[in-house]
C-alpha cells in the first residue's frame, strides 16, 4: 500500500473540529448541543454585501487577476487609512482566505528547515502551515496567570538561532483573547529589527477590542517596514467565514512579488467573494459598532458566568471573541468528549475546544478550553449553566 507523506502525517487534527464525530452523535440522539468550539460568528453579514452577490449580472463567472481585483485592492487600501496606515494597492494581494495568506507568507520568507517563533498557545492551523512549508516551529510559553501577556526580550532572544527567520503573532489573539500593548509590539519591533526577521502579524480580529485597551497594529510600527508582513480576513470582520477573502499586507516588495508567484500558480482569489467582500468595504462605524458592543456584552456575560462556577480560572479578554478558561479537571480533552458522549441535562449540552490543540509544548494546557463567544447571550448564560452542571457531575464520578 502506497504511504502518505511524512509532512502529513505530522499534522494534527484540528482541535476545534476533531470533537465533531461526537457532537453529530449527540445530535442524533436528540441532544441539543451549544457550539462554543468555533469562531462561526452568528451576526448577520452586512445587507450590502448580501445585495451584491444577490445582484450579480455576469454571464461568464471568470478569472480574476492573480492578485485580485484592483477595485478590491484599492478599497482596502483605503480601509487600512481610517487605522492611519498607508498601503497602496500593490502592497495586497487578496488570498483565498486567511489561511492562504498564512501559507503563502510562509513559502514566500522561509525555506524548508528554517525557523519561526509563536506565542504558545496559538492558532493550531499555523502549526499546519508551517509543516506544510517544511518550517520548524519555536514557541515561547504564555500563561493564563498573566493574562497571556508577551514574555520580556531575553525569552525571544534565547530562542533565536542563526535558523531563525520570523516571529509569528495574532493581535488581537486567537485563541487567548489578549490584545498586545504598545510596549509590547515595540518590543517586537526592536526584536525583529535587531535580528534582521519577519514580523508576521495576523490581524484578522482587529476590530474586536473592548473597553479602553489601545490598538497598535504591526503596520503602525516604525522603521521595519521591509519586516512586517500583516495576514488579513474579511471572515470575521463582516460575519463572512464562506465567502474566503483575505490578503497579505506588506510594504515588502520582494515579499509581495513572492506571494504573488504563488498566487499566480492557484490562478486566482474567489470571484464571488471578491464581489462580496468590495460591497462590504462600503460598511462603516454604524455595522461594526453595535457588532463590536454585542461581543463585548457578550464577553462579560461569559466572563462573568465563568468565574462564578468553583475552581473555573478566566483569563479576561481585551480583544477577538475568544476566553480560555482552566476547568478543575486533570484532563479538558477527556471532559470535553465526555460533555458530548455522557453527559446532557435537560436534553442539552456544551461543546468546547480543549486548549491542549492549542498549546505545542508537550502537556500544556491540559486542563484548559477555548471557548468562543459566538451565541447570543441567552445561549451563553445557558451554556455556562450546563458547564456548571458537567463539571459537578464529572468530579462526582
Known amino acids: 500500500m502506497a504511504e502518505t507523506s511524512k509532512r502529513i502525517n505530522g499534522i494534527a487534527a484540528s482541535p476545534i473540529r476533531k470533537l465533531a464525530p461526537l457532537a453529530e452523535k449527540a445530535k442524533a440522539r436528540g441532544v441539543k448541543v ?5 469562531g462561526q460568528p452568528d451576526i448577520r453579514t452586512p445587507e450590502v454585501a ?24 484599492e478599497k482596502i487600501a483605503v480601509y487600512y487609512s481610517r487605522y492611519g496606515m498607508d498601503y497602496s494597492p500593490d502592497q495586497i494581494i487578496v488570498t483565498s482566505g486567511g489561511s492562504e495568506a498564512v501559507l503563502f507568507s510562509f513559502l514566500a520568507c522561509m525555506d524548508p528547515g528554517d525557523e519561526i517563533i509563536t506565542t504558545d498557545p496559538t ?3 499555523y502549526i499546519a502551515f508551517a509543516a506544510a512549508a517544511g518550517v520548524k516551529v519555536k514557541t515561547i510559553l504564555t500563561r493564563i496567570e498573566d493574562n497571556f501577556a508577551l514574555p520580556p526580550v531575553e525569552e525571544f532572544e534565547a530562542l533565536i538561532t542563526p535558523a531563525t527567520k520570523a516571529i509569528l503573532i495574532c493581535n488581537p489573539n486567537n485563541p487567548t483573547g489578549s490584545l498586545y500593548t504598545a510596549a509590547e509590539m515595540q518590543m517586537l519591533a526592536e526584536i525583529v529589527r535587531r535580528h534582521d526577521l519577519f514580523l508576521f502579524s495576523d490581524e484578522v480580529y482587529r476590530e ?30 463582516y460575519s463572512e467565514c464562506g465567502i474566503r477573502i ?61 468565574k462564578s462556577i468553583p475552581g473555573v480560572v478566566v483569563s479576561v479578554p481585551s480583544g477577538s471573541f475568544y476566553v480560555i478558561a482552566k476547568l478543575p479537571v486533570d484532563d479538558a480533552d477527556r471532559f470535553c468528549a465526555w460533555c458530548l458522549s455522557d453527559f446532557e441535562y435537560d436534553g442539552e449540552t456544551v461543546m468546547m475546544a480543549p486548549a491542549s490543540g492549542f498549546y505545542f509544548t508537550p502537556g500544556a494546557g491540559r486542563s484548559e478550553v477555548r471557548i468562543a463567544y459566538v451565541l447570543e447571550t441567552k445561549s451563553l448564560e445557558k451554556a455556562v449553566l450546563l458547564l456548571s452542571k458537567a463539571l459537578e457531575k464529572y468530579r462526582s464520578l
Do not use: M, W
Open 50 to 73: 448580501i445585495e451584491a452577490l444577490r445582484r450579480i449580472d455576469r454571464t461568464v463567472l471568470e478569472y480574476s487577476p492573480s492578485q485580485g481585483f484592483l477595485s478590491l485592492r
Open 246 to 306: 483575505g490578503a497579505v499586507v506588506t510594504r515588502n516588495r520582494s515579499v509581495a512579488e513572492g506571494v504573488l508567484k504563488l498566487g499566480q500558480a492557484r490562478l486566482s482569489p474567489p470571484l464571488l467573494g471578491q464581489i462580496v467582500a468590495e460591497a462590504s468595504c462600503s460598511v462603516g462605524r454604524e455595522y461594526l459598532d453595535p457588532v463590536i458592543n454585542e461581543y463585548g456584552h457578550r464577553r462579560n456575560v461569559l466572563v462573568d458566568g465563568l
Open 123 to 125: 492558532y493550531a492551523n
Open 208 to 237: 474586536f477590542i473592548y473597553g479602553d485597551a489601545e490598538y497598535v497594529s504591526a503596520g503602525h510600527l516604525e522603521g521595519v517596514d521591509d519586516n512586517v508582513v500583516i495576514l488579513d480576513s474579511f471572515s470575521k470582520r
Open 34 to 38: 451549544y457550539h462554543l468550539n468555533i
